[in-house]
Nanobody, 125 residues
Framework: QEQLTESGGGSVQAGGSLRRSCAAS????????WGWYRQAPGKQREGVAT???????DYADSVKGRFPISKDNAQNTVYLQMNSLKPEDTAMYYC???????????????????WGQGTQVTVSS
């Protein structure tokens, strides 16, 4: 059974860094694409970063250059390194995965079927 287990996150001052981790288990296909999403209070969930199984990356404009997404294949873990954090980055962050995705997966992709439990990230000014 496919499962995503998240860790990392927490509270930090503006300008600081945090790293989110998402450990995957139960995925048997090699065509798994990954995504990080966030949802702030009163706002819609938005895509932050995606990694297609073929290697393509996509980022929301608001985090481009600050939040690189990466994957450790040996650990089957996806990371979101969050640098130069701003108060407006405060949100619940979720990782997502899809085992049968299209070739390219953009941050607006809405087909992820597997989701982590989410973790709060709070950035204070």
């Amino acid at each position: 059974q496919e499962q995503l287990t998240e860790s990392g996150g927490g509270s930090v001052q503006a300008g600081g860094s945090l790293r989110r981790s998402c450990a995957a288990s139960g995925f048997t296909r090699s065509t798994v694409s990954w995504g990080w999403y966030r949802q702030a209070p009163g706002k819609q969930r938005e895509g932050v970063a995606t990694m297609a199984y073929a290697g393509g990356l996509d980022y929301a404009d608001s985090v481009k250059g600050r939040f690189p997404i990466s994957k450790d294949n040996a650990q089957n873990t996806v990371y979101l390194q969050m640098n130069s954090l701003k108060p407006e980055d405060t949100a619940m962050y979720y990782c997502a995965a899809e085992a049968d995705p299209p070739l390219r997966v953009w941050v607006k992709y809405s087909g992820f079927r597997f989701w982590g439990q989410g973790t709060q990230v709070t950035v204070s000014s």
